[in-house]
């Protein structure tokens, strides 16, 4: 239009982010108020029926991580995805901190970790912002390369690194041979030097020709990263190595074409080259080693399944197994997916995913899982979960995630990682500059690559990774699936652990020990009444109950208006009576006199009995007492914490003295009884609040909460799948021996991070000043920098002999 200035009009972008947690259009209409609060936002529709909201915002004010924000204070949730990205031409810990820093600077990404030990990217982002054509761009924009890891993706990634491996052995062999000569005219320099005599020395040409295939074939791969290194605005280690030998290689070249008689310097350019690429192998094989738990897990997997289809047995690769075909196993055969048992039993050994060797004994109507070991006697199973839905599936992906993750101890190396390349080019130009005005441009050129060449960041890159890779592989190995890095270092801080009685501490499978009638009630009319309340509940106690009624051939009744009221009791109508079943707090909510029966309850609750009230139309009808025994391993776990100088504390919704009954026979001093379940998590807040770093261990939907809110939530693995979604750790065994086992591999871990950084901080601040001050020759400091994340790795791989203290 006439007269308008387009310098005036307000930038926009779009974004569509896809909301969770809504359920009505209250909810879509507070979320697109909120949003439009935001400074910058100019438009905000959020959409029920789609679930999405669409953002138009100046970019210059807002971004999407201040939507992202206010959708999150309001209430719900923005939908992420997460995708894992193979990185290739990483060479250090700065090539990492640059492409992650490149990733975090994408529109939509939320969270970014790049891993040097697995060369693998991390990504979280929101879908609608950006997507992955985005994301591997970023990372070309760093110089380096990147493929989605997908499903099929493990034998593409073993055949590159299996490539890359050997293109570095063959390049390592050129180097090494044509080194040859070089070394022996290093030697007959040194004899020369002591006054020996000299017996060798090639001509400079010769020199030249030999050293040059080395400069530019066996480190040509170092230009190329650092070119790429420099043009994406850094610099790494590729770059530490091109100027030092590329400094020695064209100084001895220019004596060479001017014949001035100076010393060349064309073998140091060469054996340290050649000392880095060998470094490289050692590193890269090493670093194959610290994945071997993986590996083994992979290696787990049946490569067929024998089906029934129509009545008729077919061997078919495992991907073709469908959920609900039937599969028949014979004794020392692997169980090929997970599953249920509908005819015949057997034993199995579950050590590879609990880590226990006594074989478990399962007949029909139980789970198996797929990997695990039929020992005895042949079945027939219907498959439940099959491909990426099997607990070994699952647990691969877990401890892939973990072992991608980054440790907070990590952060500090990868802060120095980012900035020692440029700091590290200016102490040698300060070499130089100081060597030359002092003794000449020769020796200052010398002691400057020196400098350069002893550098090496990789060590600070690899100190933290790989023993996250080998820490979580061993915990695997031991039934202690760990979720990331920074649970693993949190754990050894851990100095209060919280159980939950019901499933933790017992064995969550209770019997009815004591049925105490009223009035004019039997036994049998008592347990009838309570079974059929019961037989709604999911409760263990409930459960109890039940499964004693069939076990007397009792009938149950129909029910109606079934009520669970949590942390009190149940409510139900059997054939127009209103029955109550539960703890003195449901009865005393309904007026129910109780006083005859206290001294009763007390006893069967110091026996370490659960002793349940029941009523009937609002009269007291007697009392049903229930037992739930302690697990076999429960005190031996409990004194080997307090060994440690953990403090051991017992959660439970149970009355004190029943809570009491069981923490004595298991040795735990502090007992919270009579807790609501909404209430655990406030109790573990209160721990906090007192200066102790909590560690809450349960099994049950109700120890969810309890679980997040803790610093450290382990979950036992023969609980939910809530609770162990809730929880940071899960100990798959099912006992307690495995908290101690933790918090051990966690200490032993974090010994083996601390040691690593010690040595590769140690190695730096000592040997950069040594090589600055002429002290240090350019092969030796070749050789040492070579060495230096080998010995590193290494170390790590000590991590490997660890075992639980049993």
């Known amino acids: 239009m006439e007269g308008q200035s387009y310098s005036n009009v307000v930038p926009s972008e779009n974004v569509t982010l896809n909301i969770t947690g809504m359920t009505c259009a209250a909810c879509a209409t507070r979320i697109e108020k909120n949003i439009s609060k935001v400074p910058g936002i100019q438009k905000a529709n959020v959409n ?86 985005q994301l591997i761009a970023a990372v070309k924009k760093a110089g380096y390369d990147a493929k989605v890891l997908g499903e099929a993706d493990g034998d593409y990634e073993r055949s590159a690194r299996e490539k890359a491996y050997k293109t570095q052995t063959i390049k390592f062999m050129i180097g090494a041979i044509i080194s040859i000569p070089f070394l022996i005219q290093m030697v007959s320099d040194f004899l020369m030097e002591y006054g020996n005599g000299g017996f060798f ?48 290689y064209l100084y001895s070249l220019i004596n060479t074409i001017l014949a001035t008689g100076h010393y060349l310097y064309f073998e140091a350019g060469a054996i340290v080259m050649t000392l880095i690429v060998l470094g490289k192998l050692l590193e890269t094989r090493a670093k194959g080693q610290t994945s071997e738990a993986i590996k083994k897990l992979m290696g787990l997997q049946a490569k067929t399944a024998r089906v029934i289809r129509e009545g008729i047995e077919m061997d078919i690769p495992l991907e073709e197994v469908q959920s609900g075909d039937y599969i028949f196993v014979r004794a020392g055969e692997k169980i090929p997916v997970d599953g249920e048992i509908v005819e015949g039993s057997t034993s199995v050994d579950e050590s590879m995913l609990t880590g226990e060797s006594m074989p478990v004994m399962k007949k029909v109507g139980d ?5 695990t070991m039929n020992k005895q006697g042949s079945f027939t199973f219907k498959a439940t979960k099959v491909g990426k839905e099997t607990a070994l599936s699952q647990i691969i992906k877990l401890v892939e995630e973990a072992q991608g993750s980054k440790a907070p101890i990590q952060h500090l190396a990868d802060r120095i990682s980012g900035v020692f390349v440029p700091i590290v080019i200016v102490i040698a130009l300060f070499t130089f500059g100081i060597t030359y005005y002092l003794v000449g441009f020769t020796p200052g050129l010398v002691s400057a690559i020196a400098v350069l060449v002893i550098a090496c960041p990789c060590a600070l890159g690899l100190a933290t990774p790989t023993a996250v890779m080998v820490g979580t592989g061993k915990g695997a190995e031991n039934g202690i699936l760990i979720k990331g890095a920074e649970h693993l270092q949190n754990t050894q801080r851990v100095t209060t652990v919280v159980l939950d009685k019901t499933g933790t501490i017992t064995k969550g ?36 109950i039940v499964n004693g009624a069939k076990d007397k051939g009792i009938q149950l009744l129909e029910v109606k208006n079934f009520n669970a009221i949590p942390g009190h009791g149940i409510q139900v109508e059997i054939n127009n009576l209103l029955v109550l079943i539960g703890n003195k707090k449901l009865m005393l909510n309904h007026n129910i006199e109780i006083n005859p029966v206290i001294s009763q309850m007390e006893k069967f609750e110091g026996e370490g009995k659960t002793a349940m009230l029941m009523a009937v139309n609002e009269q007291l009808a007697g009392i049903i ?7 076999e391993s429960s005190a031996d776990a409990i004194k080997n914490l307090k060994k440690q100088g953990i403090e051991v504390i017992m959660i439970t919704g149970d009355n004190r003295l029943t809570a009491e009954a069981i923490a004595n026979q298991v040795g735990v001093d502090r007992v919270l009884a009579e807790v609501l379940p909404e209430d655990k998590s406030a109790e573990v ?92 020759n350019p ?28």
């Open 201 to 248: 020395m090639m001509n400079p040409w010769i020199q030249f020709i030999l050293a040059t295939p080395i400069q530019f074939y066996v480190g040509g791969h170092y230009y190329r990263d650092a070119y790429h290194s420099v043009r994406g605005g850094s610099a790494n280690m590729a770059v530490l190595v091109v100027l030092g030998t590329t400094a020695a």
């Open 48 to 133: 029920l029926a789609t679930e999405k909201a669409s953002v138009v915002f100046n970019p210059s004010e807002a971004s999407v991580e201040d939507i992202i924000s206010k959708v999150k204070k309001t209430g719900y949730g923005v939908q992420e995805e997460k995708i894992k990205l193979n990185i290739f031409g990483m060479t250090c810990a700065a090539c990492a901190t640059r492409i992650e820093k490149g990733l975090n600077k994408v529109k939509g990404v939320t969270s970014a970790s790049v891993n040097l030990a697995t060369e693998k990217a991390s990504i979280e982002f929101i879908p609608g912002a950006t997507n992955v054509e």
């Open 509 to 544: 499978e209770p019997d009815v020990t004591d049925i105490v009638p009223l009035g004019n009630y039997s036994e049998g009319l008592l347990l009838q009444l309570a079974a059929s309340a019961e037989k709604g509940s999911e409760h263990p106690l409930g459960e109890a």
């Open 685 to 776: 807040e209160k721990l906090k609040q007192e200066g102790k770093i909590v560690a809450m261990v349960g099994d049950g939907i109700n120890d969810a909460p309890a679980l997040a809110a803790a610093d450290v939530g382990i979950a036992i693995g023969t609980g939910t799948d809530v609770a162990m979604e809730a929880a940071d750790i899960t100990l798959m065994r099912g006992d307690l021996m495995g908290i101690a086992d933790t918090i051990s591999l966690s200490k032993a871990t974090m010994r083996k991070i601390r040691q690593n950084l010690f040595w590769a901080f140690a190695y730096n601040v000592v040997l950069i000043p040594v090589a600055a001050i002429g002290l240090l």
């Open 367 to 371: 789970t198996v899982i797929g990997a």
């Open 625 to 631: 007492a229930v037992a739930d025994t302690v697990k």
């Open 779 to 806: 092969i030796l400091a070749g050789g040492a920098m070579a060495f230096s994340s080998v010995s590193v790795v290494g170390n790590t791989l000590f991590l490997r002999k660890w075992q639980p203290e049993r």
